[in-house]
């Protein structure tokens, strides 16, 4: 290796600048007195320094926000020592018009002051911070919380909102008070009316004959199965009948159903109980309808059994009412079908005679048939009151009569002869329902067609039914026929009487009369049944009354002007309401109060700790540093006294 004069001074030179550079460090150390003056003095360090001392600035922040908050509490408890002493004033006045012997002038005096007091009641409950923030109106705090209404009481404006103070990044608080915790309503001494639950079950779609409906109660089933002639008013009376009758047998007590007249089936939980309620339809799958159209033509043969528009008669012409060894001279007994009528006579003077006591009798009201004499005086006629199919083979069984009884017995044989007064129509058809929506009538006559579709508003309704009565039905049909020009060229269609099924049609060509085709089609099944439940009203026991505050006094000076000695009196009883409420309010601001000096110093150990560590991290240890100084120095020097002498150095000296 070879050694040269340049090598040995380039050494001397890098040691000398090295101390050099130790030494400026340490001497910037002890003048700012940290160990970490910059970043690349030690990174760690550095990174623990940066995170305490963000740590310090929270405590802080959140120390400034605590005596904030502080300071808020005690304007706030200013507040409500004020309103405690004019709450003190209100009860002495109060208990002073209570007095027996003061005079209504004296009261009216009384109740002045309450008023100027009721004021300055409503400016503390309107008080502001430092800030001109109002503290009792939540988060509201740019609008007085509370303001007079059209009866002159003030009522709370603000809401419900209170603010978070933050003790640390992982402690919260809520704190304040709004202006319904401070001055709260009071107890009236009376209770609510407790309401029991109301849930209604609405009824959609069509019912139809088949349909069934299931209503099921805390687990009981009430089921209804639609029949013909049925409409939801039937449906909804089955159902709410079953219920009532479960309730009474005490299966299902504490349940009342009702029907609220537009056919909803309402269900109420009496003595505020609740009940589980579920709901089901199953659609009829075919259909189950009556209805028909049957035609009926003179021409044809028709059995006197389908005739529906007649009367029978029977023929008393040999019969002696007044003289021979035939006369009737004992009580007659007339059978038709179930009733049987006795006559109260034994004698008469002809059939209308007989006829009249017959229909003395009491049975006769009530009787299916009426009687009567026909213009001979020698036959009986029986109309039937409602068209019915009389058989052929019916018989009016005559019994009694004494001597007469012969000649009665031959009229009963005679069976009942048909007059056949239908036969005088020219034409008909006779209609049966019940009849839907939907449903179509068909009628065909020498070649031309018509057809009546039921709209669901021949009753008249606003909304189409789903079930229409066949009365409405027929007399739309016999409109719709007299309207329709083409067939109207051919028939002419009019109702037969007021209770019978039977349209009559007259030809236009009596010459030519044809024949009437008639059919019925039915509209099918619609199964689009449902109901549905709702909660009109929910459940909540009985609870006591409460008065706001502002109102207390309001009510006060009305029934100290009133002279109002029980209204006086109950005043007071809440007036030492607000007071104790108003008590409890400062004692709560004063937990606060000590809880936020306890955060306080919490803070402040906290801070402390967290300024220890942050010491230990950056000051520089004074002691070790001095020392460490002195050893750069000599260091240096030595460098120097090294660099020296190698920078006189010769070859010779060095061989040497």
């Known amino acids: ?201 609405e009824f959609a779609g069509a019912v139809e004959v088949g349909d069934s409906y299931t209503i099921k109660i805390d687990g009981i089933s009430f089921d209804h199965t639609v029949v013909v002639g049925e409409d939801l008013g039937d449906v909804v009376d089955s159902l709410v009948a079953d219920i009532n009758a479960a309730r009474d047998a005490g ?116 009787a299916e048939f009426t009687l009567s004499v026909d213009q001979t005086g020698d036959q009986l006629i029986i109309d039937w009151k409602d068209a019915k199919a009389v058989p052929a083979s019916t018989k009016a069984l005559l019994s009694g009569g004494g001597l007469a009884a012969a000649d009665l017995i031959d009229v009963a044989d005679n069976h009942l002869t048909v007059l056949n007064e239908g036969l005088d129509l020219d034409y008909g058809i006779k209609l049966e329902g019940p009849f839907e929506k939907g449903d179509r009538v068909s009628i065909n006559f020498e070649g031309v067609s018509f057809e009546y579709v039921v709209t669901g508003l021949e009753d008249g309704a606003s909304q189409p039914a789903d079930t229409v009565s066949l009365t409405n039905v027929r007399t739309a049909v016999i409109a719709g026929i007299n309207s329709d020009t083409s067939m109207s060229a051919k028939l002419v269609a009019s109702q037969y009487e007021v209770t019978s099924p039977i349209i009559r049609f007259v030809p236009q060509n009596l010459a030519n009369p044809g024949v009437v085709g008639a059919s019925m089609i039915d509209r099918g099944d619609v199964n689009n049944q449902s109901m549905n439940i709702f909660t009109d009203q929910v459940p909540a026991p009985s609870m ?45 601001i004063g937990a606060e109060m000590k809880t936020i000096d306890d955060e306080i110093s919490i803070n402040e150990d906290l801070k402390l700790q967290l300024q220890s560590a942050l010491s230990s991290e950056e000051d520089l240890d004074y002691a070790t540093a001095i020392t460490k100084l002195q050893a750069k120095m000599l260091s240096l020097e030595a460098a120097q006294s090294s660099f020296a002498k190698i920078s006189q150095l010769s070859l010779f000296d060095y061989i040497r």
């Open 1 to 201: 290796m070879t050694v040269s004069t340049s090598l040995l001074f380039s050494r001397a030179v890098g040691l000398m600048n090295q101390s050099q550079s130790e030494l400026a460090s340490m001497q910037e150390k002890v003048a700012t007195g940290k160990q970490i003056v910059r970043p690349s003095d030690g990174a760690d360090s550095a990174v623990n320094v940066a995170r305490l001392k963000n740590m310090i600035a929270q405590f802080d922040g959140y120390k400034a926000s605590l005596q904030s908050t502080g300071d808020r509490l005690k304007v706030e408890e200013a507040y409500l020592q004020s309103a405690t002493d004019v709450l003190s004033s209100l009860k002495q006045l109060s208990i002073q018009g209570a007095n027996g012997t003061l005079a209504p002038i004296d009261r009216l005096a009384i109740a002045k002051e309450v008023d100027e007091l009721t004021s300055e009641m409503i400016n503390i409950a309107n008080g502001t911070d430092a800030n001109g923030n109002f503290l009792f109106g939540g988060s509201r705090s740019q609008t007085a919380p509370y303001q007079l209404d059209a009866d002159g009481v003030a009522r709370y404006q603000g809401d419900i909102f209170q603010s978070n103070l933050d003790f640390t990044s992982q402690r919260r608080s809520a704190v304040g008070r709004t202006g319904l915790e401070i001055f709260e309503p009071v107890l009236t001494g009376e209770y609510t009316e407790a309401l029991n639950e109301i849930q209604r079950i």
């Open 251 to 366: 299966t299902l007590p504490f349940v009342r159903a009702s029907n609220n007249g537009i056919d909803d089936l309402v269900i109420e939980g009496l003595g505020g109980t609740q009940h589980d309620i579920q709901l089901s339809t199953a659609n009829t799958s075919e259909s189950l309808k009556a209805g028909s159209v049957t035609a009926l033509n003179p021409g044809d043969e028709i059995d006197d059994s389908e005739l529906e528009f007649e009367s029978r008669s029977l023929d008393f012409s040999s019969v002696s009412f007044t003289s021979g060894s035939n006369d009737i001279d004992a009580e007659v007994t007339l059978t038709i079908g179930n009733t049987a009528l006795v006559t109260s006579g034994t004698s008469f003077s002809d059939l209308q005679a007989l006829v009249d006591d017959l229909t003395d009798h009491a049975d006769y009201a009530s």
């Open 544 to 588: 006591p009354e409460r008065i706001e505050f502002f109102e207390v006094l309001k009510n006060l000076s009305n029934v100290l002007k009133a002279d109002d000695q029980p209204g006086i009196q109950a005043s007071i009883d809440q007036i030492s309401q607000m007071i104790d409420s108003m008590t409890l309010g400062l004692a709560d």
